[in-house]
């Protein structure tokens, strides 16, 4: 009880110096709590203010898709160039080592296949396995305007709400069902449904005509899915119109892990999503790597 017997070292208490009070880097993330905050900022990079997510959850409903025959062989090396991982728990445990530094986003549906009716889906993880496996958020499909319409908005909430309890975003998906418009209209009304509900971020899909109505009117960051395979620099220019555009970042899957050089294509996008490179010359960087 040093301090209370006597006088030890003077004590410095900075009175001219105000406490800093800044807002957190991301749009509409201002009155999360700490934990939460913390969880955004190990996906989203604070100083560009974005995030490179790489998709790997296709399993889930699709089975071994094309280039994840074997996550262990084709998508391991790939980590190292991806922000954050985006995958289902049984791949998680049983393929990614636990010492990997990336933040996961736990994909947490299920209950449907590529069989059947794909928005007959519904939570499929407990939080609390959410919670064990230390995952930074927890991305639930949302099919506005599909059949199953209202039972995935309220698995969405549901996740919102578990979510909130212990300091987890939710990343809402919105998921176009067969025979929907993709355009700037749906994805205003998709991304605004999630949004107002809770979500703590939103995924969707990029769409050339009216993009920027749909990320200025969704009060929460937005990253973009990448879709079917394209030729790599169709899939750079989107990423690079998706930004420019007000997306947040992207969360893509097949344009990386089809790609010719998944790697080289990952340090393509990181270089337009974080560093506002053009497309070109980000596809340049993706052909130079590729030769190497
Ligand atoms: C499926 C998903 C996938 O994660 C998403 O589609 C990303 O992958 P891709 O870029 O291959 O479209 O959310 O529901």
Request: proline share 6%; hydrophobic share 40%.
């Amino acid at each position: 009880m040093a301090d209370i017997d006597g006088p030890n070292a003077p004590k410095q208490f900075y009175s001219d110096v105000p406490q800093p009070s800044e807002k957190f880097f991301l749009k509409g993330s201002n009155s999360l709590d700490w934990g939460m905050q913390n969880r955004l900022s190990r996906i989203f990079n604070p100083v560009s203010g974005k995030t490179v997510m790489l998709a790997i959850d296709h399993g889930y409903f699709l089975g071994p898709t094309a280039g994840l025959e074997r996550i262990d062989v084709n998508i391991l090396p790939l980590i190292p160039y991806a922000d954050t991982l985006m995958i289902t728990r049984g791949a998680l445990r049983t393929m990614v080592p636990p010492d990997t530094q990336k933040s996961i986003v736990l994909r947490v549906p299920g209950g449907a296949s590529i069989l059947r009716e794909l928005s007959n889906e519904d939570l499929a993880v407990d939080i609390e396995d959410a919670i064990r496996l230390n995952v930074c958020a927890m991305a639930v499909q949302v099919y506005v305007g599909s059949e199953h319409e209202h039972q995935t908005i309220l698995s969405m909430t549901r996740m919102v709400d578990m979510g909130l309890r212990y300091g987890i975003p939710t990343l809402a998906v919105t998921a176009v069902g067969k025979d929907m418009v993709r355009d700037a209209k749906y994805f205003r009304l998709a991304t605004r449904i999630c949004a107002e509900l809770g979500a703590q971020y939103v995924k969707t899909y990029y769409i050339p005509e009216g993009f920027e109505t749909v990320t200025a009117s969704c009060p929460v960051p937005i990253v973009i899915a990448g879709g079917k395979k394209l030729p790599e620099l169709d899939a750079l220019k989107m990423a690079s119109n998706a930004i420019n555009e007000g997306a947040a970042g992207v969360d893509m899957g097949r344009n990386v892990f089809q790609s010719d050089a998944p790697i080289a294509m990952l340090q393509a996008l990181r270089a337009i999503v974080h560093d506002d490179e053009t497309p070109e010359k980000a596809f340049d960087l993706y052909t130079e790597l590729k030769n190497k």
